[in-house]
């Protein structure tokens, strides 16, 4: 079984936010393939199979700064290795229309991953960061800000290329995933 979980904020103010891009991509491939939310354990979540493997896609329902506790309980419910979860979430250090595969790292001050490796007690999960650019205002201002429609553009690019990356994930080795699209950008 796989966890994919999209980082974002609960609420509509927070919809097409820098912050949200991982509900952005869990929500694409949720739309694409007509599967239904449903709430557990202060997440939202909807089941399938994918090439054989039962998935589950999650948006935690807390604010981002505290996801790795519903991620924590999704793991314990459904039984879930830390190895076979893969978080999505923005990154400040990217470009707008580019992301990185990676299977371990550091927050890089992002709060919502300080809570995941927090819950986790490791940083050692696999990820997809996806890029946001950083800009002179302040941090918070500019994650909980709204794409401009150049940025859109360039994001959906990036989250139609992801909904591959879930396909993959599944079937090869994180690896082999890695190859495959680093450097895709």
């Given at each position: 079984m796989k966890l994919i979980v999209g980082l974002g904020n609960?609420?509509?103010?927070?919809?097409?936010?820098?912050?949200?891009?991982?509900?952005?991509?869990?929500?694409?491939?949720?739309?694409?393939?007509?599967?239904?939310?449903?709430?557990?354990?202060?997440?939202l979540y909807a089941e399938t199979?994918?090439?054989?493997?039962?998935?589950?896609?999650?948006?935690?329902?807390?604010?981002i700064n505290l996801s790795g506790d519903v991620i924590n309980k999704y793991i314990k419910?459904?039984?879930?290795d830390?190895?076979?979860?893969?978080v999505i979430h923005d990154d400040m250090d990217l470009e707008i229309g580019t992301f990185k595969i990676r299977y371990k790292g550091?927050?890089?001050?992002?709060?919502?991953l300080k809570n995941i490796e927090a819950n986790l007690k490791t940083n050692e999960y696999k990820r997809i960061k996806i890029g946001i650019s950083k800009n002179n205002i302040d941090k918070v201002d500019y994650v909980l800000g709204k794409f401009s429609s150049t940025e859109l553009s360039k994001l959906n690019k990036v989250i139609d290329i992801t909904y591959n990356i879930i396909e993959d994930f599944v079937s090869l080795s994180f690896e082999n995933l890695m190859n495959k699209y680093n450097g895709y950008n």
């Open positions: 609960k609420g509509n103010e927070y919809n097409n936010t820098r912050h949200n891009v991982g509900f952005m991509v869990v929500d694409n491939y949720i739309n694409k393939n007509n599967l239904t939310l449903k709430s557990k354990l202060d997440g199979v994918i090439n054989g493997e039962k998935v589950i896609f999650l948006k935690p329902q807390n604010y419910y459904f039984k879930i830390i190895k076979d979860i893969l550091g927050s890089a001050g992002h709060n919502g």
